[in-house]
């Protein structure tokens, strides 16, 4: 028995290995720095792990034989990597504080199961952080289920719109609605003075700590795609003066754990008046083909008559599933390298885990996030863009079926899976260990 059980380590812990190497070694093209640094931050806890190993999720679970999936012909359009910290506070284009969604890298089509299962796997990781038993995790993704399917049916007897529902705090509470609060206490000139200052009458960045100045031939690439970033926005605010005029722009390499090796520059343009104190950081950020495109494809369906530019995915499926969203979504390209563009904006904050110490308020958390859940997925269909033409929500109904049953049997596989992410972070730890040790 014993040596059956080093066996199926040995063997897992293989499997993990080679799709580490496959995925960031091959595909994304980091090199041994890089990935150590990844590695080390995924490290940490296995949320942490799980967070920055998506492709290895994709890699297991195209694999299940799930039941409850859509017709392949009906894909949902997905966000790709929800997870528990993907969620926050935010303001609209109308000054509103709302919460959603706020991450859309790997958006692409596929069965909304893949969105559900992996945020059902995330909150039994993240209550497992915050000392919660096994017991109250199940009751919290059986919560999050069944709270994502009664929204689902609201929607489908038209009892609300996902085209224009916000989240806001007269409709959440808890930590939810305190972190919207909290919100609107904010200055919106609190980023400008963190990031920038003024020196001899002009606003530039502060290149002290982790941003860095950009060379003479990268701000001239970044100059010569700017037009592409114009062109790229819903209305033409080309003419309103100078307003889109880069004042001053600096870059980052990617700081996250799955943005590790991906360029990121901040955009300081002149904003709508000559105040400084309206001046707008834009982010502009690297994006690169989702991992779930590498399981589920559906590039034609996504992107029937052009290459797909990564950058404009992003904001596309943003827009998707977003009302009232950041006006300053858009791309560009850079050679071959591909970016969208959003507002660097003080007001954009997750809930605070400090705030999930009693079930009531994890509850309240996970209700929204069920809420939040349901909306993206029967926003982005026919109601706001034509590449779905169905009601997503009927689709996703059709293949739920019993919600009770439903609940039972994802949350159960979720548990599973949940222990299986912790017994592989304990494997790739000590792979780490053997192979980037020494770095």
Known sequence: MESTKKLKARLRKYTIAEVLNHYDGEILGLDRQKRSVKYKKMSRNPFRFYRGSAYLFYFDISRFPLSYHTPEDKPTWIQGDLHFD??????????????????????????????????????????????????????????????YHQQLEIFAKQGEDPKTLLFTKNNTGGPVANALSSLEAREAAEKLKEMTA??????????????????????????VAWPEYIRSLD?????????????DAVRLEGKGTGSIGLNRYFILIE?????????????AKEARYPATGYYFSYDDLFSPDEVMHQGRRVIRTQKAMHYLQDPYLGFFSIGERHFYVRENSSFDEGVDPESLQSTESMLDTIEAMGKVTAKIHARADHDVDDALPYDSETEILKAIGDINRFAEDISHLALFYKRQVEQDYELFKEWLNEEFSSE
């Open 86 to 147: 993907n969620f926050g506070g935010f303001r609209n284009e109308q000054g509103e504080m709302v919460f959603d969604s706020n991450d859309f890298d790997e958006g692409y089509l596929g069965s909304y199961l893949y969105d559900v299962f992996r945020m059902a796997v995330s909150i039994g990781l993240y209550a497992e952080e915050l000392d919660y038993s096994e017991a109250d995790e199940a009751k919290f993704i059986v919560t999050f289920l069944k709270m």
């Open 198 to 223: 003024v020196k001899d009458g002009k606003r530039q960045f502060k290149t002290d700590g982790e941003l860095e100045a950009l060379t003479d031939t990268e701000r001239q690439e970044l100059e």
């Open 235 to 247: 209305e033409n605010k080309e003419t309103v003066n100078n307003y889109f005029k880069i004042k």
């Open 271 to 283: 904003g709508e008046g000559e105040d400084h104190l309206d001046d707008i950081i834009l982010e």
